[in-house]
């Protein structure tokens, strides 16, 4: 006879009491089993800030539990008996602990579903695999909705989602149901720039000192990470339910009002703006979607916030974070190895750093390191535009997405990563690439008053990085991207360059990659 009915297996992003693995548990027969693991630090060069974000999260989930009854099984980093990775520490704990079955929430990452898989299997144990609940939308449903179709595109698969979860609909007065405010999108009213004056007082971001365990954390990856990239004093994310419910409803009264409307904007030395800070907190499933949904709903019919602001949220949560992931489980495994625009360039190691004198990227690259956070239009149009221009080889750039972010985890990282931001899977994630020159930077922020670099120049000492690296991708790409009709306006301005300016072009570009451009000597810390 087995000891235990079911070990109940939780990974480090599947921090939720209510989650499907512990439907029907029970005290008396089951139990619950967690491991700290070097190789989940190690096998991209993680940050210190993500690291500590996810054993810190951990181990207050660990007192949770414990506090609601469950016997737990968990391994800290450090203990004798510890094997390093997640299947070799499951399989010696199936030996010692001889439970019926393995339970669990499916995981959120290709790689660690086979190990567990794999560790069942030789273990001869059967393995209960259950539904996600923290998604609006089953693989299933999405693989259904991908079927037939010859290309996807987020904005069909959010209208679905409107639909069918009944968000943000009005009707059904006989007319049928439309979106409320009579339209999908409003993309005209969001995305300005602050201008002139500067964001003004924005709300300050809810921090949360740490605790007496959060700081054992902070210590332990301080000396056992010492060599990982990014910085700790200033960690201050939430790592709890509890603090986590206090982000969200901070965020809905304080931020979501202006959320819509700055969107896209940056600004120097402010990484929090109007941004909710709450893609960690989701990813390790401390919150629900659904609740978050739902209470920028509420905002919009009390009238706390305009639906323009609301419905551009809501957008990123129901739309862009469900679609990844349908993305992500429908075109695993061969999506991690694709490389459409054959990249072959070395990440510039000053990524790492933050050694650079492009006073757009030293900005986002300071605060990635001392926060693990960056916003959109930063991993878009900054560090993922560049890398992109540059030709750096897809599977390097996404290992720096998945290292530096506190909200990394692979469904969601690698999507936005080789597909948004890389164009590494050829069309599937998005329509083309999104390229730029350094005005589009210029536009959103005060960066380029204070470069060295003029993002108006595209050859010469002065030359924006950007401004050269985009002409000379379009250059490289021309025949490929001719055919893109979404593309065809950017690629006809190629022609009309002479060969001289051409010439000067790609000299700068492969000075650019030699690295005889863009590096600091001196790394500036962010505040
Ligand atoms: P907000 O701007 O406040 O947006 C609200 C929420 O919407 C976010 O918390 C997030 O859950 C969701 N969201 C927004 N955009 C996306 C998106 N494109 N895909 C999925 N969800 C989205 N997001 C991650 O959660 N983890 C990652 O590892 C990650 N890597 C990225 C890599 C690249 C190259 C790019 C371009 C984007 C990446 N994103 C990732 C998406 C997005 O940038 C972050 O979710 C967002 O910046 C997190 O900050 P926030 O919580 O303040 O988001
Ligand atoms: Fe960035 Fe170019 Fe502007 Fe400098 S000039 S801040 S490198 S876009």
């Known amino acids: 006879m087995p000891e235990l009915r079911s070990l109940i297996v939780v990974l480090g992003d599947q921090l939720d ?21 070097d190789e989940e630090s190690t096998h991209v060069w993680s940050s210190k800030p993500r690291i500590v974000m996810f054993l810190a999260a951990m181990r207050h989930f660990a007192l949770a539990l414990r506090a609601a009854g469950r016997t737990l099984h968990y391994t800290r980093l450090g203990d004798p008996e510890n094997r390093g990775s997640l299947g070799a520490q499951l399989h010696a704990d199936i030996l010692r602990l001889r ?128 060599q990982h990239p990014g910085r700790l004093e200033s960690f201050a994310w939430p790592v709890t339910r509890a603090q986590a419910l206090r982000s969200m409803r901070a965020f809905i009264a304080d931020r979501l009002p202006l959320f819509g409307r700055y ?118 149009m900054v560090t993922g535009l ?40 050829g069309g599937v994630m998005g329509s083309k690439p999104y390229i730029a020159t350094g005005k589009y930077i210029q536009r959103m922020s005060p960066h380029c008053k204070s470069c060295r670099y003029d993002p108006a120049q595209r050859t010469g000492e002065n030359a924006c990085p950007f401004t050269t690296l985009y002409w000379d991708f379009l250059m490289r790409h021309e025949a490929a991207l001719a055919g893109n009709p979404r593309m065809s306006l950017q690629v006809k301005n190629v022609a009309r360059l002479s060969e001289e300016q051409k010439q000067a072009i790609q000299a700068r570009a492969v000075s650019i990659r030699r690295g005889e451009v863009g590096v600091a000597v001196e790394v500036e810390r962010d505040g």
């Open 17 to 37: 009491l209510e989650a499907s693995a512990f439907d029907g548990f029970d005290a008396d027969l089951d139990a619950v089993w967690m491991a700290e693991v």
């Open 386 to 425: 560049y890398a992109l221009m540059l030709g750096v080889q897809p599977k390097q750039v996404h290992a720096w997405y998945l290292a530096v972010y506190v909200d990394a985890v692979e469904w969601v990282e690698l999507p936005n990563t080789l597909g948004m931001s890389q164009y590494a899977d």
């Open 263 to 380: 969107q896209d904007a940056m600004w120097p030395g402010d990484p929090w703006l109007h941004h909710s800070h709450l893609s960690a907190a989701l990813n390790l499933k401390l919150l629900n979607p659904r609740e978050v949904v739902a209470a920028a709903e509420a905002a919009n019919r009390t009238g706390h916030a305009p639906l323009a602001s609301v419905e551009g949220f809501i957008r990123q949560i129901l739309g862009w974070r469900e679609y990844v992931r349908g993305i992500y489980w429908t075109q695993m495994p061969g999506y991690a190895e694709r490389n459409a625009l054959d990249a072959q360039q070395d990440l510039p190691a000053w990524y790492w750093t933050g050694a650079t004198d492009m006073a757009c990227l030293r900005d986002a690259l300071a605060q990635t390191l001392t926060h693990g956070y960056a916003n959109h239009i930063q991993r878009l």
């Open 99 to 226: 439970p019926g079955r393995l339970v669990m929430t499916a995981p959120g990452d290709w790689r660690v579903l086979q190990a567990i898989k794999g560790v069942a299997g030789a273990s001869n144990l059967p393995l209960d695999i259950r539904e996600d609940r923290h998604f609006f939308t089953g693989i299933r449903e999405f693989a259904a909705h991908a079927k037939g179709r010859k290309s996807l595109r987020m904005e069909y698969f959010y209208r679905e989602q409107r639909k069918r979860h009944h968000v943000l609909m009005q009707g059904d007065g006989g007319k049928g149901v439309e979106p409320v405010g009579g339209q999908w999108n409003f993309d005209a009213e969001n995305r300005e720039a602050f201008g002139a004056a500067g964001p003004g007082a924005v709300p300050p971001r809810v921090s949360f000192e740490p605790d007496a365990v959060t700081r054992e954390v902070i210590a332990l990856v301080d000396t056992r990470f010492a």
